[in-house]
């Protein structure tokens, strides 16, 4: 019997993940209590396992799309598989990375493309 299947989990383990990268949908962004603590959870449309979102992921999603949860809702994330640094040691883990056509535009993206001049012949 593998190790997995001893010990099922509804969260995503960086072994779920096949060595692959994972394009995957924000469904959902919630807080749940787990192991006593209240961890930050994010799912996806589609897939039945979610992620237990620590502050490094949180903090690449928000810079891509803000600083509202709601707002992540329909966004692309990819997940992947690496080492990671966990109290002092390197250790499996998942990380995520914002795919570069989903980036948000912001305002002052905007505004620098309205001051760009076409290019003269």
Do not use: C
């Amino acid at each position: 019997m593998n190790y997995d299947e001893m010990y099922p989990s509804p969260y995503l383990k960086h072994s779920d993940l096949g060595g692959r990268e994972v394009r995957v949908t924000i469904s959902d962004v919630t807080t749940e209590l787990l192991g006593g603590e209240r961890k930050n959870v994010m799912a996806f449309a589609g897939k039945k396992k979610q992620l237990v979102l620590n502050k490094t992921n949180a903090n690449t999603i928000m810079r891509a799309y803000g600083k509202e949860t709601d707002e992540w809702i329909g966004k692309e994330v990819i997940l992947f598989a690496t080492t990671v640094d966990f109290r002092g040691e390197s250790v499996p883990g998942i990380r995520v990375k914002v795919p570069p056509q989903s980036k948000r535009s912001t305002p002052a993206d905007d505004d620098l493309n309205d001051e760009i001049p076409p290019f003269a012949a």
